[in-house]
DNA sequence: GAGGCTACG
């Protein structure tokens, strides 16, 4: 039983096969009970039954008799394209237009024996050729389209069950793989225009490539226009390549160039002239011949150029010629001009939609300037550009191709031969011109392992896909270790671009998704106003009524709420007939409501939150800025604004920012043509960006200090994102930011500089303390003798947690101890002072000294250059009289020392030079002075005779004091009176900070 | 002072 159902597999849906063996897999490996195994065979017997019928359900589908039309140049080898089809996984197809490629394939397929057991997929570049290549195979073979042959595109699902050959869109491809990696409903996958080589068709050869490995049972055929093809045919491991050739009219082709040499500047009049005197030749030559018949063909590179020429030649006032323009912004009723019959010969100007995207009838002149605007993505701005540049030889062949499809053709090109052959062969595939952050999204999401590895028919620069990925971690798709992050995962499945998907995930978070939903799906789409230079007054005045005063993004907004409203009230007439009023195009708005119902969807699927209350101004255009932190600018003046990564843009004239004075903005879109612009922006605040960007932005830090007013550590903050200034200057608290040196400024500037406001017993004790100690130096005339600021900064660093950086952290933390943080805060002498000469110099300061058993008061300031400075012995005034040099003399013992070295150093230096070195003496002789022998002078005296063996004189210190000049300040006494005052002055060094003084003394 | 073209559970 098992092995009957086993050979059965063969006979059922690809889909299924995985799944239905693993169930018998699991039958045959498992002991299962009589009973239990009975009813697993029976019910796995139903499943492959099941999936039978499925596969007869699209036979039956399948027209028996395939026929082809004989006229199409594939038809004649539909035997050899069947035969390689069963010989090989992979087949490539080659042909021009005409050939009958994308019609009959399928139909081979058909008659080969595929699209029973799967699907036959058959992708298009474009939605409107997938949608007609379906209605035009249904018709040949016969079944209703949406049954046998069904189509899918972004709106519209239009399958069945029976269906066995399904036309779609590349997108639509790429987007079921998320679904089904193994893309198992394909039984035959047609990937056609490869040769487009858009980013869809080179991912999904990519992917592809990889599949086969997986899927030995899956075919793929791979068409292209007879481009190149032997690059497809070696990515697929040599496939064969059946090139089948196209059903066309000869075309010839006609250099006339502009301009004598290449380099020449080619302006627009030369070429409009030349574009004339084309036209005119055709005409010339049609006389000739008698017949008047075909269409032209003009290509140009962009609207403004089209503009300009249709006005030129419409002057030439030709007889019986339609000037047409064609581009894709174009309103609708003007572009389908091209298709109805007009007044005779029909002159299309157009740019490349005519290329591949519209087929303008009955064409038998192409005029080809050979230029067009090819979108680049600039690697170094981060921006996208359109820059008009030469067209590839493939390029111009396509052009010339457009031709000749019903009759001879003619090609005449603008420019040179020897300039069509110094042109590159191929244009760049759009991979190697965009940026890659949604293809490497979807990578991630895929988990198709490293970008670098993965087999891209053309592999991308390993810059851009670290641009693509620098974007993807912008936008906080990727983390900064390039893994998926949780919002990545749903911006993968969102139907958008991966900066929109941000703002609209960022939106459910700021209560906003509603709102950017209508803006995301409107910038999805094209503009869908209809404004050009020849309404632009009529229209902006109409549009004015929804503009909205800061935003254009909500302007759309606006649109969007006005135009629901009509929709529930009018009928469709009267709807275009609103449309039509403010300049809309009704299509587009319809398309509008499309993605926006699609995104609706979707994000409900991600259970992304949805407002019901009305989004706010703030929330709106913080989402907008999540996804558009490369699109944020500061105004310099004017129109100019500077943006990130130092790039300047001015801001288009349509948006309502235009002429105002917003600072800040945030915009849409860049795109650089003659100069770089952004079309839609909002005005914003710059604290938005920074909240907004926290994963990005560089934060300085300068001036750190302690506030009073604070009580804490504050600093300045610089912010920057990608370069651009966003926050000049804004005071923070710095504890959190840098709590080192928020602990030092806090200790010094705040405990030490006695800033600190607080009832804390203890700090004030200290300051107490200290001020007490501070005070014992100013007697030594030494600062920081005792306690030096580093002291006092070492005592808090070694006692305060690091935590500790403000009067908060600090009452909290004493709090928190209680007393074991009080003890240990405590400042005395014995953990704060530690040099013992110090110590022993504070007894040689006396606060008081005894003159005639008086105890008079002695007070110290330093102060040099005051006359307050230095020691001072009140004395009362009845005791002056009595007063003697000795009392002062030894009044303050810690200043002997310093007073005979300077008595020592003031003699002549025949004197002098027998007490070097001047310290050990001087030493020496203090050890013995005292006031037994008189006053300090006398004293010295007879310590250097007792020492020295000299006899002095005391007249000789008198004179050497009195001979002292300015130029020897080092070694100088002076004695001055000033009034009732004797000081004595002695310093050392010029401009240095004095270090020791001769304490003046003075009389009161 | 001025916008090439596509595409998406």
Redesign the pocket.
């Known amino acids: 039983m098992l092995d009957s159902l086993k050979q059965k597999l063969d006979t059922c849906q690809l889909a299924d096969v995985f799944r239905l063996e693993n169930t018998l897999n699991k039958i045959q490996r498992g002991n299962l009970s009589q009973k239990d195994l009975a009813s697993s065979l029976a019910a796995a017997a139903a499943a492959i039954e099941k999936s039978q019928r499925a596969c007869e359900l699209r036979r039956a589908a399948i027209p028996i008799k395939i026929t082809y039309p004989k006229n199409l140049p594939v038809s004649a080898r539909a035997e050899e394209i069947t035969k390689l089809l069963r010989e090989h996984q992979v087949l490539i197809v080659a042909g021009d237009t005409g050939s009958g490629k994308t019609t009959q394939l399928p139909k081979v397929c058909l008659e080969a024996g595929f699209g029973v057991r799967g699907l036959i997929g058959h992708t298009q570049?474009?939605?409107?050729?997938?949608l007609s290549v379906a209605n035009r195979i249904a018709d040949e073979l016969g079944v209703e389209i949406g049954l046998g042959v069904g189509s899918?595109?972004?709106?519209k699902?239009n399958t069945s069950g029976q269906s066995f050959l399904k036309l779609?869109?590349?997108?639509?491809l790429?987007?079921?793989i998320?679904?089904d990696k193994l893309l198992n409903k394909y039984e035959v996958l047609i990937i056609d225009e490869a040769h487009e080589r858009?980013?869809?068709i080179d991912f999904l050869l990519g992917y592809l490539k990889q599949l086969l490995q997986k899927r030995e049972n899956l075919k793929l055929i791979v068409t292209s226009a007879t481009i190149d093809v032997e690059k497809f045919s070696k990515h697929f491991d040599n496939a064969p390549i059946v090139a089948v050739s196209g059903r066309t009219y000869p075309v010839e082709t006609r250099y006339a160039p502009l301009a004598e040499s290449s380099t020449e500047q080619i302006d627009d009049d030369l070429q409009i002239d030349g574009i004339i005197k084309a036209v005119e030749d055709i005409a010339k030559s049609d006389k000739k011949k008698g017949s008047s018949s075909g269409d032209i063909l003009v290509f140009l590179?962009?609207?403004?150029?089209?503009r300009a020429t249709a006005t030129k030649l419409r002057k030439q006032k030709y007889r019986d010629v339609d000037i047409l323009p064609?581009?894709?912004?174009?309103r609708y009723s003007e572009q389908i001009k091209i298709f109805k019959p007009g007044l005779g010969r029909k002159i299309v100007l157009?740019?490349?939609?005519a290329e591949?995207?519209?087929t303008v009838p009955g064409i038998n002149y192409v005029i080809d300037t050979g230029l067009?605007?090819?979108?680049r993505y600039s690697l170094q701005s981060k921006v996208?550009r359109?820059p008009i540049e030469a067209i590839s030889q493939a390029s111009a062949n396509q052009r010339k191709g457009r031709c000749g499809r019903m009759a001879d053709g003619v090609c005449i090109r603008l420019y040179a031969e020897s300039d069509f052959e110094s042109r590159p062969e191929f244009t760049d595939p759009?991979i190697m011109r965009t940026n890659l952050a949604?293809v490497i999204l979807r990578m991630k999401y895929l988990r198709l392992g490293e970008i670098e590895q993965f087999p891209f028919l053309d592999a991308p620069e390993p810059r851009a896909i670290n641009e693509g990925i620098k974007l993807l971690i912008e936008l906080d798709a990727l983390s900064h270790s390039r893994q998926l992050t949780q919002s990545g995962r749903k911006m993968?499945?969102?139907?958008?671009?991966p900066r929109?998907a941000r703002m609209l995930i960022t939106a459910s978070t700021q209560n906003c998704l509603r709102e950017l939903q209508i803006v995301v799906s409107a910038l999805?789409?094209?503009?869908p106003r209809e404004?050009s230079?020849d309404n632009?007054q009529q229209a902006k005045q109409q549009l004015a009524e929804f503009d909205h005063e800061d935003s254009d993004f909500l302007s759309l907004v606006k649109l969007w709420e006005d135009y629901e409203k009509k929709r529930q009230d009018l009928n469709q007439g009267q709807l275009r007939k609103h449309c039509k009023k403010y300049f809309l195009s009704y299509m587009r708005m319809r398309e509008w409501r499309e993605v926006h119902h699609?995104l609706l969807?979707?994000c409900q699927?991600l259970g992304l939150r949805m407002n019901r209350e009305i989004g706010d101004y703030e929330g709106i255009h913080k989402s907008l800025i999540s996804g558009s932190l490369n699109q944020i600018a500061k105004r310099l003046d004017g129109?100019s604004f500077r943006g990130n990564r130092n790039k300047t843009f001015?801001?288009?004239?349509?948006s309502v920012l235009?002429?105002k004075g917003a600072k800040w903005i945030v915009s849409g879109?860049q795109?650089e043509?003659?100069?770089t612009?952004a079309?839609t922006a909002a005005k914003i605040q710059p604290e938005w960006i920074e909240e907004m960007a926290l994963h990005l932005v560089k934060r300085e830090y300068f001036e750190p200090h302690w506030s009073k007013k604070r009580q804490q550590v504050m600093a300045y903050e610089k912010v920057q994102l990608y370069g651009l200034v966003i926050i000049e200057k804004a005071l923070l608290s710095y504890s959190k930011i840098d709590p080192k040196t928020s602990r030092t400024l806090f200790i010094q500037e705040g405990l030490i500089a006695g800033e600190v406001s607080t009832d804390l017993k203890i700090y004030h004790r200290n300051r107490e303390f200290l001020a007490a100690l501070a005070k014992q130096e100013e007697k030594m005339r030494r600062p920081d003798l005792l306690v030096a600021e580093r002291d006092v900064a070492a005592f808090y660093e070694q006692r305060l947690p690091e935590t500790v950086c403000s009067t908060r952290d600090l009452t909290a933390w004493v709090r928190k101890q209680g007393t074991s943080a009080e003890k240990s805060l405590l400042m005395t002498v014995d953990n704060l002072v530690d040099s013992d000469t110090a110590m022993n110099a504070l007894h040689s300061f006396p606060d008081a000294t005894a003159v005639h058993k008086n105890n008079l008061r002695l007070e110290y300031v330093f102060e040099p250059g005051s006359k307050v400075d230095g020691a001072t012995l009140e004395v009362p005034v009845e005791m002056v009289s009595q007063l003697q040099q000795a009392d002062l003399d030894w009044a303050v013992p810690g200043n002997l020392a310093e007073k005979c070295t300077a008595l020592i150093k003031g003699l002549p230096k025949s004197r002098r030079k027998n007490f070097i070195p001047v310290n050990a003496f001087v030493a020496q002789a203090c050890e013995q002075m005292s006031n037994k022998d008189g006053d300090l002078i006398a004293s010295l005296l007879v310590q250097i005779r007792n020492l020295k063996g000299l006899e002095l004189d005391r007249a000789e210190f008198e004179q050497s004091t009195a001979a002292c000049t300015p130029e020897h300040q080092d070694s100088r006494i002076e004695r001055l009176r000033e009034g009732d005052c004797v000081c004595g002055q002695y310093s050392r060094g010029q401009g240095a900070a004095p270090a020791a003084r001769f304490p003046g003394k003075r009389r009161k």
Do not use: H, W
């Open positions: 570049p474009r939605r409107l050729a997938a899918q595109i972004r709106f699902d779609m869109t590349d997108g639509i790429l987007t079921e998320q679904q858009s980013l869809n590179s962009s609207e403004r150029e089209i064609l581009y894709g912004r174009l157009a740019t490349n939609v591949t995207s519209i067009a605007r090819i979108s996208q359109l759009e949604s993968a499945v969102l139907p958008v671009d929109y999805g789409i094209q503009d404004i230079s632009r699609q969807l979707s699927k129109r001015s801001l288009f004239s349509t235009a002429n879109e795109i043509t003659s100069q612009f079309t």
